[in-house]
């Protein structure tokens, strides 16, 4: 059994320091293990979101700890923070958050670039992925472009240009037409097989049986639920 890639313990996040709205995440204890793909599931202010910012580092928990990766992430500042999410976490979200004024190429390129990589490597990481991702022919296109399917294409691509250990997506199908979201559920499911971790927040339910080995439920910022998939490794 390898140690847990994500471990939370006894996670509060509060939004209202005046102490009177109820907490988003309460006392959430968590470990997910590298190789899982886990779908948080949840109703609309849930604290889906919550959880996988905290996760990634792009907001802090009041209370408890978030270590990932063998980083204790609640303890970094904004320096640490930012390298933490360029070398260990590749994001997807449901608007894809592109850069339109770039071309996929360099939206691919970005994170490598971010990370001081050398140019020649970072384009030939980018190749690779944009052929493995089937997007390679629009290369020199621009995002606005590419249909939404694509587009998701292309961000995942970019997610993973810096071998991030874990993959998170935010509603990666919910802006998606139905062949599009299909079509990303497969590329996600294919991606965990081969290995990636992968934590995604979802309403989609199809997308959480496609492709997670394990599925957890919020209720109200507690864990109301976890369930390993008959026959998931662990
Ligand atoms: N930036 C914020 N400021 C204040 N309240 C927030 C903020 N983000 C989320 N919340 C509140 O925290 C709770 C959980 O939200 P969120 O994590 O976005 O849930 P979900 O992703 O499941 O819809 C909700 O009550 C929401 O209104
Ligand atoms: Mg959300």
């Known amino acids: 059994m390898t140690a847990p890639i994500i471990r939370l313990r006894d996670v509060n996040k509060t939004y209202d320091t005046s102490g009177t709205a109820r907490p988003a995440l309460a006392g959430l ?3 997910v293990r590298a190789g899982e793909a ?3 599931l949840g109703r609309s202010g849930s604290g889906k979101s919550t959880l996988l910012n905290l996760i990634a580092g792009l907001d802090r928990p009041s209370t408890g700890s978030v270590t990932v990766d063998g980083v204790a992430v609640h303890k970094l500042g904004e320096a640490a923070l930012a390298g933490y999410r360029r070398a260990r976490i590749g994001m997807v979200f449901q608007f894809f958050n592109l850069l339109d004024d770039l071309t996929v190429e360099d939206n691919v390129l970005l994170p490598a670039q971010l ?7 970072a384009r030939a990481r980018a190749a690779e992925l944009m052929d493995r991702l089937g997007v ?3 290369a020199r296109t621009f995002p ?3 249909s939404g399917g694509e587009r998701q294409r292309v961000a995942v691509a970019r997610a993973l240009m810096n071998r991030p250990p874990l993959l998170l997506a935010d509603e990666p199908t919910g802006a998606l037409d139905t062949a599009s979201a299909a079509d990303v559920r497969s590329l996600l499911g294919e991606l ?10 979802t309403h989609d339910t199809a997308l959480a049986g ?8 919020l209720l109200d910022g507690v864990l109301h639920r976890d369930t390993l998939r008959a026959g998931a490794a662990r």
């Open 29 to 31: 204890d968590l470990e």
């Open 38 to 40: 886990l779908a948080v």
């Open 115 to 121: 990370s001081g990589v050398s140019r020649a490597r």
């Open 136 to 138: 390679a022919r629009h």
């Open 144 to 146: 606005a472009l590419l």
């Open 192 to 201: 965990n097989a081969e290995g990636q971790t992968i934590l995604l927040v």
């Open 210 to 217: 496609a492709c997670a080995t394990r599925t957890i439920e």
